[in-house]
C-alpha cells in the first residue's frame, strides 16, 4: 500500500468549489493484480465526513485479493447537491480517461460505497441528468456511468437515515428528497449490485435496502444481497464480527464472476 498516489479530480478551477478540502482521488496498486477491473470506493460518513475504514481499509483488502482501487475524497457539507454526485462522476471519469495508464479496463468499474457513501455510489448508478459543473474537457468525455455497484449498509431513501439527506439537500430534504432516491431513478440498464445490510442496523434501517432490491428485481437487473441477522452500523470489513465477516469473501466472488479478478 505505500506506492498509492493522490491525484486531485480537477488540476485547475474546482466547479462550485467553496473553500476546504479540494476533491481528490487516490490509486492503489495491487502488487498482485489478477484482472483488468477496478473498484471505485466512497467512505461512508453521512455527507458530514468520509470514513477511512471504509476507503482506505477497503482498498488494502480488495489490493491484497488482486484488484486496483482508488479512494475518493468527494464534497460534504456544507456542500450540497449536486457537487457530491459531479466529484463521484469525475472519479469515475479520471478512472476512465486514464484507464491505459492505470492498465485497467474502461468497462470493469465498480463503484463501491458505505453508508452515505452507498446512497452516492447508487445514486451515480441511477441519476442521468446534467449536473452543473459538468464540462467538455478530455476527462469529461467519459463516460460516468460504473459497471458494478457494490453497496455497504447504504442509505438509499430519507426513510433509511434522514440526516445524510439533509447535509447533502439543505433545508428542503423534505421536499427535494424523490429527486436523489436511487429506487426512485432505476431502470433496466441500472447497473448490477452487491449489497449487504444488518437486519438490525440501528442508524440506517434495513428496509431502505429491501426497497432498492425490490425496484431492481421488478426491471430484471441483477443483485446479490446479503442481510445479517445481527450487527450495528458502520462495521466495515467487520473482521471482529466473523459470522458477517464473511460479507467481504463473497464480495471477492461476486467480483470474480463478472470478471474484475481471474484465478
Not at 477496478?38 to 465526513?49: E, H, K, Q, R, T
Not at 465498480?110 to 446534467?130: D, E, F, I, Q
Not at 468525455?141 to 447504504?154: A, E
Request: net charge negative.
Amino acid at each position: 500500500m505505500s506506492n498509492e498516489k493522490e491525484f486531485l479530480l480537477w488540476e485547475d478551477k474546482v466547479p462550485g468549489y467553496i473553500g476546504g478540502e479540494i476533491p481528490k482521488i487516490t490509486y492503489y496498486p495491487s502488487k498482485n493484480k489478477k484482472g483488468d477491473g477496478a473498484v471505485v470506493i466512497f467512505p461512508g460518513g453521512g455527507y458530514a465526513m468520509r470514513a477511512d475504514h471504509e476507503g482506505k481499509g477497503y482498498a488494502k483488502y480488495l489490493c491484497n485479493n488482486g484488484i486496483d482501487c482508488f479512494v475518493v475524497d468527494y464534497r460534504v457539507s456544507p456542500n450540497r447537491f449536486p457537487y457530491p454526485l459531479l466529484d463521484a462522476r469525475r472519479a469515475v471519469r479520471f478512472v476512465r480517461a486514464n484507464a491505459g495508464k492505470f492498465g485497467v479496463n474502461k468497462n470493469k468499474i465498480a463503484v463501491m460505497g458505505s453508508s452515505a457513501g452507498g446512497h452516492l455510489a447508487a445514486l451515480l448508478s441511477t441519476y442521468k441528468l446534467p449536473v452543473e459543473g459538468e464540462s467538455a474537457d478530455n476527462i469529461d468525455s467519459n463516460d460516468f456511468m460504473p459497471n458494478l455497484q457494490i453497496l455497504c449498509y447504504p442509505v438509499i431513501d430519507i426513510e433509511g437515515h434522514r440526516g445524510s439527506f439533509v447535509n447533502l439537500l439543505g433545508d428542503n430534504a423534505d421536499e427535494l428528497a424523490d429527486t436523489v432516491t436511487p429506487y426512485l431513478l432505476c431502470d433496466k440498464n441500472t447497473p448490477p449490485v452487491f449489497l449487504w445490510h444488518t437486519s438490525c442496523d440501528p442508524a440506517v434501517n434495513v428496509i431502505n435496502s429491501y426497497r432498492y432490491a425490490i425496484a431492481l428485481r421488478k426491471l430484471s437487473v441483477q443483485v446479490e444481497m446479503h442481510i445479517y441477522p445481527e450487527g450495528g452500523h458502520g462495521l466495515g470489513l467487520a473482521e471482529s464480527t466473523p459470522f458477517i465477516s464473511g460479507w467481504s469473501a463473497r464480495l471477492c466472488e461476486f467480483l470474480r464472476h463478472y470478471g474484475y479478478i481471474s484465478e
